[in-house]
Nanobody, 126 residues
Framework: QVQLQESGPGLVKPSQTLSLTCTVSGGSITTNRYYWNWIRQPPGKGLEWMGG???????YYSPSLKSRTSISRDTSKNQFTLQLSSVTPEDTAVYYC??????????????????WGQGTQVTVSS
């Protein structure tokens, strides 16, 4: 059973960089054909795919967030990380990490993914 767990600070100040880690257990992030994604849901709004990192290490980003987003991984810890720079209160959201495939790349529907974490609330406020 694959499990994903998001972790990181729940409160970030405006203009700072938000950094979240997804720890994966029950499966390797380097296993062929799987893609590891970040998806968020602002309060009162729909889900938004932010980006992902493939089993190969290749990264993919939402065009609307690409200039502020960086996704990396630590294969020794079986973790992948999201960094979102220059945050504003509009980046306040529940952030999810999820496992999918090339077919789910770009999807904002969590139900299309194999597994996802419980989500972590991040609030951007001074």
């Amino acid at each position: 059973q694959v499990q994903l767990q998001e972790s990181g600070p729940g409160l970030v100040k405006p203009s700072q960089t938000l950094s979240l880690t997804c720890t994966v257990s029950g499966g390797s992030i380097t296993t062929n054909r799987y893609y590891w994604n970040w998806i968020r849901q602002p309060p009162g709004k729909g889900l938004e795919w932010m980006g992902g990192i493939a089993y190969s290490g290749s990264t993919y980003y939402s065009p609307s967030l690409k200039s502020r987003t960086s996704i990396s991984r630590d294969t020794s810890k079986n973790q992948f990380t999201l960094q979102l720079s220059s945050v504003t209160p509009e980046d306040t959201a529940v952030y999810y990490c999820a496992r999918g495939s090339i077919l789910t790349m770009g999807s904002s529907n969590l139900n299309e993914y194999d597994y996802w974490g419980q989500g972590t609330q991040v609030t951007v406020s001074s």
